[in-house]
Nanobody, 127 residues
Framework: QVQLVESGGGSVQAGGSLRLSCAASGRTFSRHRMGWFRQAPGKEREFVAAISWSGSNTYYTDAVKGRFTISRDNAKSTVYLQMSSLNPEDTAVYYC????????????????????WGQGTQVTVSS
């Protein structure tokens, strides 16, 4: 069982930066693939970024490539999402998620492929 708690959201102006953190409980965090998703009002939850258990593999949706960076610190049981050059289209509730499978280097981009979810953190970008 993995429990996830996101933090770091807030309000910023366009062009600004934020770093989201997702702290995990449970001794198996370092074995799990992790992902970040977001959901804007009236829209479906969408994939943002994913990272393998070791951190060696990462993948991003096209909309955030070159602006967002996913990373993890397994010693701290935390995954991060560094967001730069934010624009109003990035406004959403951001969720981190963990896959129940372990030791996998391939990455997943569908929400229904992740079993554990945090409560979300709001990111608001104003123009």
């Amino acid at each position: 069982q993995v429990q996830l708690v996101e933090s770091g959201g807030g309000s910023v102006q366009a062009g600004g930066s934020l770093r989201l953190s997702c702290a995990a409980s449970g001794r198996t965090f370092s074995r799990h693939r992790m992902g970040w998703f977001r959901q804007a009002p009236g829209k479906e939850r969408e994939f943002v970024a994913a990272i393998s258990w070791s951190g060696s593999n990462t993948y991003y949706t096209d909309a955030v490539k070159g602006r967002f960076t996913i990373s993890r610190d397994n010693a701290k049981s935390t995954v991060y999402l560094q967001m730069s050059s934010l624009n109003p289209e990035d406004t959403a509730v951001y969720y981190c998620a963990a896959d129940s499978a372990i030791w996998r280097s391939t990455l997943r981009t569908l929400a229904n492929e992740y079993e554990y979810w945090g409560q979300g953190t709001q990111v608001t970008v104003s123009s």
